[in-house]
């Protein structure tokens, strides 16, 4: 071995590379920091100098491994559409998923005490994307419960699908399952332009507007009910971007909780 692959940069890198190749080979994505150290030819010691315990190992794994995904999604700029970038963003989220099943367990594992760096920074990148759909009025909720709902989701579908393949099967359900949170995050019009089936016969004008319980009945009210939390919601992001001058900052922390109040208020049902 030379001096080089003895340098503490790239002994800690080869146990890294080495313990990445053990993980995606593993049955069910476990190693051992004995074979970790035996197959990249150091002691526990070594090891347990850079990573610190086997957790810190998997960790760094995990770290590595999501790094690759999302430099992709670091290496764009925002698009002019945000609902476009968040529908790749779910696709592309799935499919790193199927393509690193034992990383992705790994990733979304109980036994992780620590959230890896990655996945803080996954969401940070989707709330921030979820900010720009509300600046333009096409967000119902609050970004970040729009977050929340959409990650959960999102990695729902992938564990299902990388962890029991034979009974989820259909490789269109991260698609449906796409739309129909997609559906319950974005105001009507976004999803009739988007998805077809959903238009405005469905949860737009003729369904909850103005000719299905719109002009007639008690539509005008429930439609303006239900228009509420998206009007809410754009405002919250306008008012975050640009905070003016016209209230103190308690008053604009306290606007805000008002704002995100409305935003995320669940309709009553009849």
Request: proline share 7%; net charge neutral.
């Amino acid at each position: 071995m030379s001096p080089a692959d003895t340098a503490p940069g790239n002994t800690k890198a080869r146990i890294l590379d080495v313990a990445a190749a053990l993980v995606a080979r593993s049955p069910d994505g476990d190693v051992s920091t004995r074979a970790v150290c035996e197959a990249a030819g150091v002691g526990a010691p070594a090891l347990y100098r850079h990573f610190g315990d086997k957790e810190g190992l998997l960790s760094a794994v995990v770290d590595h491994g999501f790094d690759q995904y999302l430099a992709t999604k670091r290496g764009r700029g925002p698009g002019t559409d945000p609902v476009r970038d968040l529908r790749d963003g779910w696709d592309t989220h799935t499919d790193f998923a199927l393509r690193n099943p034992n990383l992705y367990r790994l990733m979304n594992s109980p036994a992780m005490r620590t959230p890896p760096a990655a996945a803080l920074e996954s969401h940070r990148i989707l709330t921030e994307d979820l900010r720009r759909a509300a600046e333009q009025g096409k967000l119902r909720l609050a970004p970040e419960l729009a977050a929340q709902m959409i990650m959960s989701a999102n990695v729902g579908v992938c564990l299902m699908l990388v962890s029991r393949p034979a009974t989820f099967d259909d490789m269109t359900l991260s698609r449906r399952v796409r739309d129909a949170v997609h559906t319950a995050v974005f105001v009507p019009e976004v999803m009739a332009d988007t998805v077809p089936g959903t238009g405005t016969s469905g949860t737009g004008t003729s369904g909850t507007g103005t000719s299905g319980t719109g002009t007639s009945g008690t539509a005008t009210s429930g439609g303006d009910e239900a228009r509420v939390p998206a009007v809410a919601t754009r405002l919250g992001a306008l008012l975050r971007q640009a905070p003016g001058t016209a209230f103190t900052p308690a008053e604009s922390a306290l606007l805000g909780e008002w704002l995100d109040r409305l935003s995320n208020t669940a309709p009553e049902r009849p």
